[in-house]
């Protein structure tokens, strides 16, 4: 079959391509083809947004341009045939101009690591050329499918709000808005009152709609030519894109088994992660039939092609100009559609995807069964309609389709007087995100009555398709709408919707809890308006109206608040202020460049993993025949090919580069195959076969434990006696509570390039990591050189998290022996699920303790044991629970203290360092058994806390001093006081006493963070300064650039050192041939050790330019560097720091492992909503003290970037296994972080004034990792909200959250009359679909 010509536009330059590869996707394309590499690659399944570009399209029959976002990664690149595209490279430049939205998101400092940056930004910029005046809630709609895991959102929405209707002028006109240049809004002044400015909007450049690019005239004046049947076609498969039906059902008859793609959303997914192949694919978006919009008189008739973008905005307008009573479906579609996935997957995937790929938990076919839709079906046989009922689903991902019938319309009614329809969905995340239950309910009454005539439940989530209860609505025909069916319910439901306790997707017990929670607010919402019908006269109790509210969206409310820099601070003098990260226009315009965007070297090569697909096996054999006479395979790696040592590891030599016998967890590297690009080397690795004998595999901490499996790396910390404290107290109380993982989720996902040198044995290894020196080292051993000969490079990372610290280096290590192999340059990029199921997480915790406390609350003696999950080598995990023993105390002084730790060797991939590192972890433990006190006493927690809290001068259990100048009381007090606590706590009270279903709970919660490396070596870095004699200054340090902001702190040190403004002082990269050994770039440390480095070596310089400016006093920085030039004298100096006076011994608990402390407080209120496990964040006030800060807009970046990824871990962050130890959470479908929507409403953020601390670079203090626990306030609001849930339904004994406190952990925590229907079943009965470690 002859292939046509690809032809479309990118940033209005015209692309042909006679020989397209139609497996392509547009990102590929755009990336490799293009070298368009702005777009990013984030997860490859529509779930970050890294991708999103703007597609243009005219139709000639409505003679109209429309604009929209889609995600290049699930976008064929045949689809944008005919189409023009526009990435962020298209609409601005550092080097031309920037677009005001590549200004507004840098300059409100929206971007740090800057990975996700080009998505959001497209996604704003599409959005404001359809509208150029947007509401806020359409702004933030436009970022539901966009996901950044740095900046916690708050800088972003604030610097796009000044687009909003709700903060411009209102007028858009040609010359633009006046761009709010005075314009403000009462939130405006209120947030102006109580923040210091971060940025001045005044100095955003106004944004002109008029002046954007045209639509490619060729486009639109060739569209017919544009607008013929096309085909393209490889090997492997033909893409055709037929115009009309006949033609489409022709294809459809004579190949069967060819998949219609609109959005190629599921589709797309089901070839890159389900191993799928369609030969065949048939593109119906040019087929007009397939795209009508027809309003009838009973309804509305979509084509089955129409996008769910283009279905909103219909119904939205009949909803608006018909009857309520008729428009209940469609409000009903409506509402789930502002659920279902983000704009970029909405705009092209379309309703007949929806319904055919036939999902158990497809959000709209509970919606259209329920409501009894029409379907029209077509194939060359003929047309027939069928009714959307329990018939139309025949099985998992099945319908009653014939192989050639295709859907062609789809009916949806209107509902009628007396008829009442809605839906239901509820997701591990509110946005962007899959249901675990989601229903329709419609019920008809006798003509003005309360008896029901008709009902329909149809539910998702509840069995292998969407199923209707046909026994309940059987059993509910001819009953009155009154309380006691809800008697009857569970058990109807319990019939109907029969859940295995090993059913594929777990939750059991809150599955089948929410179906009847579900027909509950359907129960309630229909009472309300019978009632306001007259109907009947009970109403809703007043207790449970809230029940029944939608839940809305309010505007975010924020406050920054900092001290400015002294009046007489010299303007060069940049320590202090709020910079710009150095990096974030050109983060903006795509321009800056990650590791896998630099271009192809010549000769280079692509490697893919091979990996275990087994927790614990011996390998009998590998097959890899089929996979190397791939055509475009070069070799297939294993340890036989490792020139140097094949054992490697982290802390200890305890991994292997290649597995050569065993496997110890599922993703462990076996191979690698090296082929000519990624997709090659992919699909090869995929024929590997190995062959494995298994072995009984450790999986949880509880196996673990059992079997005594740990690493040799058990300490104890103690102090006082234990026993005597325990004798002492009013009462002594024990317990557990676990702490679950976190993944990283960086944007960008572990990428490498090796370069073999060819002499010498010398390699280059350009990474994105936290540790080149680890890189280099590890990648020495393997290939059995000296660490002379590899230089390890990072120019910088899309985002690290402590996820790049040591992982990374055993991939580069596999890199590096395979480019050694076939001597060529090589790389990789992982794809996001590979990068999750390989490289460890935050590692799970279980804690068991005993405590003993007297009446008023006071501690007096504890035990702890903490045990991690530390997976199958040791990596860091000794010093992860060292940390967590020196964080158990939390804010705490415990007179008496025992607690041991035990990593627990398993078999899953290795855990790792994750911001916090293990200090969440302990404190955690702490705050939780605070709770028990509390309760136990029946005194309020946050007295528990200030009765205990540690007072200056007081000594912690690893006896160090604990002196913070004041500053934990100072914040504490401050806290209490700028969230109005008490005043609020009562009124969270008053508001349970008056509300059953919903409730809300406020924590106020302490932190202190021990700043330096545990393991002392680490607390040193060194940085080389060199001047050139222009009077331009180079800086490399030790550390990595990932997203923090290090470099530009740095560039603001040497700006205050040298007396020179930072625009003359520049950072490349970090390398090992510039700065050696150093320690990766973590625990917090970055600035204060790199800080003291760079000065260091500044100071030195300047000494050796004193006796020139001595000489020339009036001259300038240039003259002087000039003149010692001229004087030969050296203008590169290096400096050295290491930390003074640290190191602690836990064998004999003497010295002190902290330079000092980083203290901080948080407060949040939340509400939940008891029937469905929902949650949201009301507000949230911090007060940290970061001593004089180096640079406020980066330290409060850092702040709300920890507060939200800590509230992703102690929320809505669930990983989960299988039993036998594969994960199943691997990617943002699965694995949910939290996104734009989860920012709490209001959000206060305020730096301690005048705390200065004299043991880090001027005065400042370190703040990466501090901030994070204080999301914890979160997870002890929420479990404030269940306790007065639980007292409702009479419930009143201590009770134990684990953390995460998801939707499902909520829900069957609050228990009720429903959750006790459906009781779970008999543990070791059954094996569960998943666990959690
Ligand atoms: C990030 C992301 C988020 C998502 N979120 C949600 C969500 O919240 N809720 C939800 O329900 N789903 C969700 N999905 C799933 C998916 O987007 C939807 O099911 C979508 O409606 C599929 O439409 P599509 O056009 O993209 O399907 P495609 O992938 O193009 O096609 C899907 C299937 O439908 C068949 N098909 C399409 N049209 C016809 C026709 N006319 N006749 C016969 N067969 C046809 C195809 O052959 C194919 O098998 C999500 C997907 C992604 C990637
Ligand atoms: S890379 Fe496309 S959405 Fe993540
Ligand atoms: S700045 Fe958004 S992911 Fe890093």
């Not at 139609?22 to 590929?28: A, F, G, I, N, V």
């Not at 036939?358 to 079906?377: E, F, R, V, Y």
């Not at 024929?687 to 298994?694: G, K």
Request: net charge neutral; proline share 5%; hydrophobic share 35%.
């Amino acid at each position: 079959m002859e292939s046509d010509t690809l032809v479309f536009f990118v940033n209005g330059t015209k692309v042909v391509d006679k020989n397209v590869d139609p497996e392509m996707t547009l990102l590929t394309y755009l990336r490799t083809k293009l070298n368009f590499t702005g777009t990013k690659l984030g997860c490859a399944e529509g779930g970050c947004g890294a991708c999103t570009v703007m597609i243009s399209k005219y139709s000639p029959s409505e003679n109209q341009i429309s604009h929209y976002s889609v995600n290049a990664c699930l976008s064929p690149v045949c689809a944008v045939h005919g189409l023009a595209v526009t990435t962020v490279e298209g609409i601005g430049s550092t080097k031309t101009r920037l677009h005001p939205v590549q200004e507004r998101i840098a300059k409100a400092h929206g971007s740090q690591c800057g990975f996700c940056t080009p998505g959001i930004v497209m996604s704003m910029y599409t959005l404001l050329r359809n509208n150029p005046q947007p509401s806020y809630d359409e702004m933030m709609a436009a970022f539901e499918g966009n996901l950044c895991r740095c900046t916690g959102y708050r800088p972003i929405i604030q610097g796009y709000k000044t687009f909003t209707k709700e903060y411009c002028c209102g007028d858009a006109g040609v010359n633009g808005c006046c761009q709010n240049q005075n314009a403000t809004t009462q939130q405006e002044e209120e947030e102006m009152l109580s923040s210091t400015k971060l940025y001045n909007a005044n100095e955003f450049v106004p944004f002109d709609p008029t002046q954007e690019p045209i639509f490619p005239p060729e486009l639109k004046n060739h569209a017919d030519q544009y607008s013929k049947t096309v085909q393209f076609c490889s090997d492997r498969l033909k893409w055709i894109r037929p115009v009309s039906i006949d033609e489409i059902l022709d294809l459809k008859a004579q190949y069967p088994d060819a998949k219609l793609i609109n959005g190629n959303t599921e589709v797309g997914v089901e070839v890159k992660f389900k191993n799928q192949h369609y030969p065949v694919l048939l593109t119906p978006s040019h087929i007009p039939e397939l795209k009508r919009v027809e309003i009838t008189d009973t309804g509305v008739v979509f084509g089955a092609s129409v996008s769910l973008s283009v279905i909103d905005k219909v119904l939205k307008n009949q909803i608006e100009s018909l009857p309520e009573y008729k428009t209940g479906v469609f409000s009903a579609i409506v509402e789930m559609l502002r659920w279902f996935a983000g704009p970029q997957v909405r705009n092209v995937s379309a309703i007949g995807g929806n319904i055919i790929t036939a999902s158990p938990i497809s959000d709209l076919n509970p919606l259209l069964m329920a409501a009894g839709c029409k379907l029209t079906l077509i194939s060359r046989s003929g047309t027939r309609n069928v009714v959307m009922n329990d018939t139309f689903f025949t099985g998992y991902r099945k319908t009653l389709l014939e192989k050639e019938e295709i859907l062609l319309f789809v009916h949806i009614p209107h509902t009628r007087q007396d008829e009442y329809f809605y839906g239901y969905k509820q997701s591990p995340r509110r946005e962007d995100d899959i249901a675990i239950v989601n229903a329709g309910m419609r019920v008809i009454f006798e003509p003005g009555t309360h008896i029901v005539r008709e009902i329909a439940l149809s539910f998702g989530g509840m069995a292998p398709t969407t199923v209707l209860a046909t026994k309940t609505m059987k059993a509910l025909v001819g009953r009155k709408w009154e309380e006691n069916m809800l008697d009857d319910i569970c058990e109807l439901l319990k019939k109907d919707l029969q859940l295995s306790p090993s059913a594929p997707g777990g939750m059991i017990e809150y599955r089948k809890t929410l179906t009847a929670s579900f027909f509950f607010k359907f129960y309630l919402t229909v009472m309300n308006k019978l009632h306001a019908k007259e109907v009947i006269e009970a109403s809703v109790p007043s207790s449970y109206k809230t029940t029944i509210s939608p839940l809305q969206r309010d505007n975010i409310k924020s406050s920054q608040l900092y001290q400015e820099v002294a009046d007489g601070q010299p303007a060069d003098d940049a320590v202090g202020r709020p910079l710009v990260h150095l990096s974030a226009f050109k983060q903006t315009t795509g321009e800056a460049i990650y590791c896998d965007d630099i271009p192809p070297i010549n000769g280079e090569l692509y490697l893919a993993f091979v990996t275990s697909t087994k927790a614990h096996a011996k390998i009998r054999s590998i097959k890899s025949d089929e996979a190397t006479c791939l055509d475009g395979v070069h070799a297939f790696i294993t340890y036989k090919d490792v020139p140097g040592s094949n054992s490697t590891g982290v802390a200890v030599y305890d991994e292997e580069v290649f597995a050569s016998e065993k496997v110890v967890c599922v993703g462990q590297i076996i191979g690698a195959i090296v082929a000519d690009d990624k997709a090659i080397a992919q699909r090869a690795a995929k024929q590997v076969i190995v062959h494995y004998d298994e072995l009984d595999p450790i999986i949880t901490i509880e196996d673990a434990i059992s079997k005594e499996s740990y690493f040799n790396a058990i300490h104890t910390i103690a102090r006082g006696n234990v026993q005597e404290g325990f004798e002492m107290s009013d009462h002594v109380i024990d317990g557990e509570v676990r702490l679950g993982g976190q993944e990283h989720f960086y944007l960008e996902a572990n990428a490498a390039i090796a370069i073999p040198k060819g002499e010498d044995g010398e390699m280059e290894i350009i990474s994105s990591s936290q540790n080149p020196t680890l890189n280099q080292k590890l990648a020495a051993k393997a290939l059995g050189v000296p660490q002379n000969r590899i230089v390890a490079k990072v120019k910088r990372l899309g985002g690290g998290f402590g996820g790049k610290e040591t992982r990374c280096c055993m991939y580069s290590t596999c890199l590096a022996v395979a480019a050694h192999r076939v001597g060529k340059p090589v790389r990789f990029m992982m794809d996001r699920d590979e990068d999750m199921c390989m490289s460890g997480f935050r590692h799970p915790f279980l804690a068991r303790y005993k405590v003993g406390f007297n009446n008023n609350g006071k501690i007096q003696s504890i035990e702890i044991d903490l045990y991690s999950n530390a997976g199958c080598s040791l990596d860091l995990s000794a010093s992860v629970m060292d940390r967590a023993l020196y964080s158990v105390d939390g804010c705490y002084m415990i007179p008496n203290i025992r607690t041991t730790g035990y990593p627990c060797k398993t078999n899953i991939a290795s855990n790792t360092a994750f911001r916090g590192f293990g200090g969440p972890q302990g404190m955690f433990v702490m705050e939780h058994i605070i709770t028990d006190i509390a309760y136990k006493c029946n005194i309020s927690q946050h007295r528990i806390r200030e009765i205990n809290m540690y007072k200056e001068g007081d000594l912690t259990h690893y006896n160090q001093t604990f002196i913070t100048n004041n500053s934990l009381d100072r914040c504490w007090k401050e806290c209490l006081q700028k969230s109005d606590y008490q005043r609020r706590k009562r009124q969270v009270d008053m508001y349970n006493s008056e509300n059953r279903w919903k409730k809300r709970g406020i924590s106020i919660i302490p932190t202190k963070y021990g700043i330096s490396f545990t393991f002392k070596t680490l607390n040193q870095t060194g940085a080389l300064v060199q001047v050139y004699t222009d009077g331009s200054v180079l800086i490399a340090h030790g550390g990595t650039e990932m997203g923090q902001g290090l470099h530009t702190k740095m560039i603001q040190v040497a700006s205050r050192a040298l007396n020179i403004p930072v625009n003359k002082i520049f950072i490349s990269e970090t390398s090992t041939n510039t700065v050696p050994n150093t320690s990766p770039t973590a625990a917090s440390s970055g600035s204060d050790l790199n800080g003291q480095a760079v000065k260091i070596a500044c100071d030195k310089i300047l000494q050796r330019l004193n006796s020139f400016v001595l000489s020339n006093p009036k001259g300038s920085w240039e003259d002087w560097v000039t003149a010692a030039y001229l004087d030969r004298v050296s203008l590169s100096a290096t400096g050295f720091y290491k930390v003074p006076d640290i190191g602690h011994d836990m064998n004999t608990n003497t010295g002190h492992p902290f330079s000092y402390f980083t203290v901080g407080v948080g407060c949040s209120e939340v509400e939940i909503d008891c029937l469905t496990g929902d949650h949201h964040v009301i507000r949230t006030d911090i007060v940290m003290d970061l001593g004089q800060s180096l640079n406020p807009a980066i330290d409060i970046g850092q702040i709300e970037g920890a507060f939200m990824q800590g509230y992703g871990l102690f929320t809505i962050e669930d990983l989960r296994w299988s039993p036998n130890g594969t994960l199943l959470t691997r990617g943002p479908g699965m694995y949910k972080i939290p996104s734009f929507g989860d920012v709490p409403t209001v959000f206060n953020v305020s730096l301690l004034a005048n705390c200065p601390n004299k043991h880090a670079i001027y005065s400042s203090k370190a703040v990466g990792e501090p901030p994070l626990f204080l999301a914890s306030s979160v997870f002890f609001g929420i479990k404030y909200a269940i306790m007065s849930a639980r007292a409702d339904a009479g419930i009143t004994n201590i009770f134990c959250m684990d953390s995460p406190a998801t939707a499902e952990h909520i829900r069957m925590a609050c228990q009720d009359q429903f959750t006790s229907k459906f009781p779970p079943a008999e543990p070791g009965t059954y094996v569960p679909w998943f666990i959690r470690m």
